[in-house]
């Protein structure tokens, strides 16, 4: 059936798609509404479609987000179906922005789906970052960890069933699955906060199990909105904002040659002339890391993987527990 809708062939090709994450989640861009044309239609507040170039419309939206107007984004909006663990449902809810609708254990059954973190990414509390990982942990301790894991949650689940044979009511029964239970949602929201949450998770500081969902859904974005996920990327992702002392400190450096270019002062810069230019000895350490050359990130999706809604549907059904034989 034809559309007046504006459509992405990019974002059609994957349309109800379902991308796997961790050992047991997913991502699916389920529906969207809008994209590039759409920001610059909002800002212009025009009725035309399909009547400007391209290279107008990029530079329409990468001026709109290079000086923070973000209202023209929030026309855009996108609307996703994820499975994830309990404790990352947790720490992404805090992401206020958007409209959720979460898997109910009291009126559906839980699937028997828990997260395992491999070795690779089973680490020491970091000595200088609160909640961050180290150095990785022995192999051993990651071994020991899982036969552990393994039984309690044997143990959950075998708690849960019983329960529920029992007809025990299904929001009493869930209570004691762990955290590592995987829940699903359906999360949509408009591009500008997408945008802003992606900024964060996908930051190589956010913790890997909430990265990995960022990563696959900054991906879909580029074919959504493929002008604007460029500039979020040159502007927000690899830019970085300068504070007063930090443009102080530039200053000293570089100055306009008067024909449209930067020249060297000659001047060089302490550690105690940075500190003169009122930055602390942590903005300082974070000024330098500013001053190396960016780093180019690439979100794109193997299409190779994606799995039809039928068959993630039947994964879920199958671990969930089997219903009570009817008594006689």
Not at 131 to 149: F, L, N
Request: proline share 4%; hydrophobic share 40%.
């Amino acid at each position: 059936m034809d559309t007046r809708r504006p459509t992405n062939s990019a974002a059609e090709e994957i349309l109800g798609g379902y991308f796997p994450v961790l050992d047991h989640g997913f991502v699916s861009l389920v529906d969207y509404m809008g994209g590039d044309e759409d920001v610059e239609r909002a800002a212009r507040v025009s009725y035309g479609y399909g009547t400007r170039t391209q290279s107008r419309t990029r530079g329409l939206v990468r001026y709109l987000r290079r000086h923070r107007h973000t209202t023209p984004s929030e026309m855009v909006e996108l609307k996703f179906h994820c499975a994830m663990p309990m404790f990352v449902a947790r720490q992404w809810i805090r992401h206020r922005t958007a409209n959720v609708n979460e898997y109910s254990g009291r009126y559906s059954l839980m699937p028997l789906l828990f997260y395992t973190p491999d070795s690779e990414h089973f680490a020491l509390q970091s000595e200088v970052n609160n909640q961050g990982r180290g150095d990785r942990a022995a192999a051993e301790v990651h071994a020991e960890a899982v036969s552990r894991w393994d039984a309690l949650r044997h143990e959950s689940g075998a708690l849960y069933g019983s329960l529920l044979a029992s007809d025990v009511a299904r929001e009493i029964a869930r209570i004691d699955l762990p955290l590592s239970t995987y829940t699903q949602w359906y999360w949509k929201i408009d591009l500008h906060n997408l945008l802003h949450f992606l900024t964060l998770r996908v930051d190589s500081h956010a913790q890997y199990e909430i990265r990995v969902y960022a990563e696959v859904m900054a991906a879909m974005v580029r074919r959504v909105a493929p002008l604007s996920y460029e500039a979020w990327v040159d502007y927000d992702l690899a830019g970085r904002p300068l504070s007063r002392g930090e443009r102080r400190a530039l200053a000293a450096l570089v100055r306009a040659d008067g024909e449209g270019g930067l020249v060297g002062t000659g001047a060089a810069l302490s550690s105690d002339d940075l500190s003169g230019c009122g930055l602390s000895g942590r903005e300082v350490r974070e000024f330098l890391a500013k001053m190396s050359a960016p780093e180019s990130p690439d979100f794109d999706l193997d299409l190779g993987t994606m799995r039809s809604a039928e068959e993630m549907a039947q994964l879920m059904e199958q671990a969930v527990p089997a219903p009570r034989e009817a008594t006689s």
